[in-house]
């Protein structure tokens, strides 16, 4: 992949996050390892989560949003008779006294599963979702109660791992915005007692996988020529089938203007002699642009 030192990289790479490292944390660490001030991630981890985070570098970014409305796969470990202020291991925690294991229902599968389907859920307090321009934990850190309102969530399908002493581990798929901490602590309510997560992994987001995605130090100990040729081009990136402008129809779109070419109707990243454009919608006649990129 072509790239200049001066301007940003462009492209996109799926990198596992580490525990305890903040989301930003690890964009920083790329930009700096790419050598570029241009990039943004598709999809925040609390600290103590790891697993997938999409970035994206130069006019990559202008895509990002594609995998924030993406859903995603979680695996969680939950333990119960515990509770957690923040609702994972960065909070405090406090033990449920009223908990007893035997009193457990013995099918907890079957109770894990009646999570699927549409509901509303209610954020954490402490989230990164701000109330007039401040984020939720900042209140919960000062003591202070703010109202938080409910999201639609979709949990598509939930799954019961394994089951020991008071610990459970459970695989989610489900849409964007949904809370796995939240999740966590109805299942263990459903369950009579409380809980928090002790782990949690993201295992894909849209159609990205953990086996596609790049350790840290993998990252690192690689020449820089080498880490920018792992770098998905935006049009592999997208996953939509490419249409190809001549230069006459290019330089239209560049404009801003239809163009009349038969295709089957849908989305499609434009091409130029393998020079990527931008998406553009066709409605079968017609093909108009909806994204473009900064042409150098």
Known sequence: MKYDPLNSVSGFIAVLKPKGWSSNQLLSKLKWLFKTKKAGHGGTLDPFATGIVPVFFGEATKFSGRFLDSDKEYQAELKLGFESSTGDTEGEITKDNDFVYEQLPDNISEIIQEFEGPQSQTPPIYSALKYKGKPYYQYAREGK????????????????????????????????????????????????????????????????????????????????????????????????????????????????????????????????????????????????????????
């Open 145 to 296: 109660s703010v109202p938080i309102k409910k999201r639609q969530i979709i949990i598509n399908n939930i799954n019961l791992v394994s089951f020991s002493k008071n610990t459970l581990i459970f695989d989610v798929s489900c849409t964007k915005g949904t809370y796995i901490r939240t999740l966590g602590e109805d299942i263990a309510k459903r369950l009579g007692t409380k809980g928090y997560l002790t782990e949690l992994q993201r295992t894909r987001i849209g159609k990205t996988s953990k086996e596609d995605a790049y350790a840290i130090e993998d990252i690192e100990t690689i020449d820089f020529d080498k880490r920018v040729k792992l770098l998905t081009s935006i049009e592999k990136m997208l996953q939509i089938s490419l249409l190809e402008l001549d230069s006459n129809q290019m330089q239209q779109i560049l404009n801003g203007q239809l163009i009349e070419l038969t295709s089957i109707p849908g989305e499609y990243a434009l091409m130029n002699k393998k020079k990527f454009l931008g998406i553009g919608q066709s409605d079968g006649n017609f093909v108009k642009p909806i994204r473009l990129i900064k042409m150098k």
